[in-house]
């Protein structure tokens, strides 16, 4: 069973950065697709970028386009979320999921991932 698990998260102000990792020591992720969510308090969980296995393929959600950058490393089973100029709005919990051999068409849909990380605080405030 593919396990993952993000690190990365933390407190920081606003306009400053993180980076978010997602791993995993057992399988490759060479033939998965992986996918950021994030959920804030009292709301859904929703997606927030995605790349495909090959690393040549993203999509990102309005809000963070420009702001966010998805990217992977295939020979060593990461894939990372570069987190620029954060807003008091990004805070939330973060997770990263796998989806095998996903295209993209849904990549924003929960059920689509069979594999979930435990999830990673990004808290933005001053």
């Known amino acids: 069973q593919l396990q993952l698990a993000e690190s990365g998260g933390g407190l920081v102000q606003p306009g400053e950065s993180l980076r978010l990792s997602c791993a995993t020591s057992?399988?490759?992720?060479?033939?998965?697709?992986i996918g950021w969510f994030r959920q804030a308090p009292g709301k859904e969980r929703g997606g927030v970028a995605w790349?495909?296995?090959?690393?040549?393929?993203?999509n990102y959600i309005d809000s963070v386009k420009g702001r966010f950058t998805v990217s992977r490393d295939n020979a060593k089973n990461t894939a990372d979320l570069l987190m620029n100029s954060l807003h008091p709005e990004d805070t939330a919990v973060y997770y990263c999921?796998?989806?095998?051999?996903?295209?993209?068409?849904?990549?924003?849909?929960?059920?689509?991932?069979?594999?979930w990380g435990q999830g990673t605080q990004v808290t933005v405030s001053t």
């Open positions: 999921a796998a989806e095998l051999l996903g295209e993209g068409t849904k990549w924003h849909i929960l059920d689509e991932y069979g594999y």
């Open positions: 057992q399988y490759t992720l060479a033939y998965y697709a």
């Open positions: 790349i495909n296995s090959d690393g040549d393929s993203t």
